[in-house]
């Protein structure tokens, strides 16, 4: 297929662009570089005959129009977003600019373009999303494709807003779609903001491990080759209409996590004396910090044969692996807005 990418100079878009290539596939993909895209994050694929780029923003509904018509794409994977929460707490008109402006932007020009081709009948339009749109869980229960949206957080209420517009353009226009929700990814390329990169880089400067709260919070942990590998399975197999939670099956607290890293790297790079788990500090808790999410993963599992390859302890000695091979693409993100401060105080 040649499918365009939206985001995938991202964290797990550029996951998606490094698979899709590897397994056959033409990519187009679409970013506007924002503070968290690196084009370096496929670099790998950047010579390859099967990959262009263009840099546009989904809000630019001029350039999506060009260059669908330029491409001519079979199918649409969209990943662009502004995604960390905290920022979402600090800012959170750029999360309705590009998560809700940018999704109907985006669902307009694809429905103009599957239009003017005919209505081809194999064109997909996949949105993928977060199982944060679903609130947040008590110590038992879990995710369902079912399960009331409920967010909480201005990050999850514009990712919920998506979602709702992707089924409407489905039942309004009868656009082709495909939806997934997935619980929280962490890999190589990781945007030192979010908590397993900024664990390793705080650990190997040094610096304290913040864990918000009492670090009880409890996710489940997507490896994200897993979540690209289930992406495209999507993609190419999944029912239209039909939505697909995706979960790794590796359900940790963050202090448990937070101490499986340290306990890595004490094996992988150890201090002069003591341990990396004597840095962890507890800081002010996040506002509105969901305290459960998890994933049922079973619709996915039998009617698409998919479930996740690597557990959490696989998946994180491969990070930090990943992390301290590759200094020179951690140091050149330092500088970027944001990164080793606190955001999201409220």
Same mark, same amino acid.
């Given at each position: ?19 899709? *290539? ?6 187009? @993909? ?10 370096? @994050? ?46 979402? *707490?600090? +800012? ?9 402006? $940018? ?16 209505? %081809? ?19 038992? $229960? ?5 399960? %009331? ?34 619980? @929280? ?6 945007? %030192? ?20 709260? @009492? ?32 979960? +790794? ?24 004396? +003591? ?32 479930? %996740? ?38």
């Amino acid at each position: 297929m040649k499918i365009l990418v939206t985001g995938g100079a991202g964290f797990i878009g550029s996951a998606v662009v490094r698979h899709a *290539i590897a397994t056959g596939h033409s990519i187009v @993909n679409v970013d506007a570089l924002t503070y968290a895209a690196c084009l370096d @994050n496929v670099k790998s694929v950047a010579d390859n005959e099967n990959y262009v780029f263009y840099h546009a923003s989904i809000c630019d509904r001029a350039a999506m129009d060009r260059i669908l018509i330029e491409t001519q794409p079979d199918a649409i994977m969209h990943l662009a977003a502004e995604s960390h929460v905290d920022r979402s *707490i600090d +800012g959170p008109g750029a999360f309705v600019e590009t998560n809700i402006t $940018g999704t109907y932007t985006l669902l307009e020009a694809a429905r103009t373009y599957w239009t003017g081709q005919g209505k %081809p009948e194999n064109f997909r339009f996949h949105h993928i999303s977060t199982d944060e749109v679903y609130g947040s869980l008590g110590p038992t $229960g879990m995710f369902t494709e079912d399960t %009331p949206y409920d967010p909480r957080s201005p990050y999850s209420a514009s990712k919920a807003a998506s979602d709702h517009l992707v089924r409407a353009w489905a039942e309004t226009y009868g656009l082709p779609v495909l939806l997934t929700n997935c619980s @929280n990814n962490y890999g190589p390329y990781h945007f %030192p903001e979010k908590l397993v990169p900024v664990v390793i880089l705080n650990a190997l400067a040094g610096k304290p491990l913040p864990i918000y709260g @009492n670090g009880a919070n409890v996710r489940d942990w997507l490896y994200v080759e897993d979540h690209a590998n289930a992406l495209l399975t999507v993609l190419t197999k999944g029912k239209l209409g039909r939505s697909y939670n995706i979960g +790794g099956e590796n359900e940790r607290t963050n202090l448990e996590l937070v101490k499986t890293l340290c306990a890595i790297l004490d094996k992988k790079r150890p201090k002069a004396s +003591g341990s990396y788990a004597e840095q962890i500090t507890y800081v002010t808790d996040r506002p509105g910090h969901d305290a459960r999410y998890a994933i049922d993963p079973t619709r996915i599992r039998t009617e698409l044969g998919w479930r %996740p390859s690597v557990t959490v302890e696989e998946g994180l000695e491969k990070t930090v692996q990943w992390y301290l091979d590759n200094e020179d693409w951690w140091r050149a993100l330092q500088n970027r807005d944001g990164v080793g401060a606190r955001l999201g105080n409220g």
